[in-house]
């Protein structure tokens, strides 16, 4: 499925505030509302991206980078219910990758996401594209990483 990222900016950000997770999958992703409230904070480490399709946003993700460690995180992706089962997490997934890999922030190889233990579709999604368990758990979240 093609999809392009677009910077979340003035233009937009209404859009990813309407974006809406089934019910069953709240406890697993932060609200559109509350990522961009952190993407304002780490700004100068951040960017926030619509998951656009034919025009239309579907989804949402935030690419960050962790000056402390040195490595690129993905935080906060979602699809909007409407649009899960399409293709377009693993569209966007991969368009954040190849965004990554132009070092926008700094130097670094490694990419790591953490994704809550029992969202078993996107822990496919991410095994998958090659991301594998560093054995490192936060609360429900596993971490996951890959070489890029």
Known sequence: MKT?????????????????LRPS????????VRSLAQAYIYRSQCTPFGVYAEGKM???LMVIYDYDVSEY?????????????KGFGRAALL??????????????????????RENLPALKLYADL???????????????????
């Open 95 to 116: 368009n954040a990758l190849e965004y990554i890999k132009t070092k926008p922030f700094g130097d670094s190889r490694r990419v790591s996401l953490t994704c809550h």
């Open 58 to 60: 579907v989804g949402y």
């Open 73 to 85: 995180n993905i935080w906060h992706m979602m699809i909007d219910a409407e649009h899960q089962g």
């Open 130 to 148: 090659g991301f594998e368990s560093t054995g490192a758990v936060f609360d429900e979240e596993i971490e996951l990483a890959k070489q890029i």
């Open 25 to 32: 999958q709240e406890e697993y992703v932060s609200n559109p």
């Open 4 to 20: 392009e990222l677009k910077q979340i900016d003035e233009s937009n950000f209404i859009e990813a505030f309407n974006l809406k």
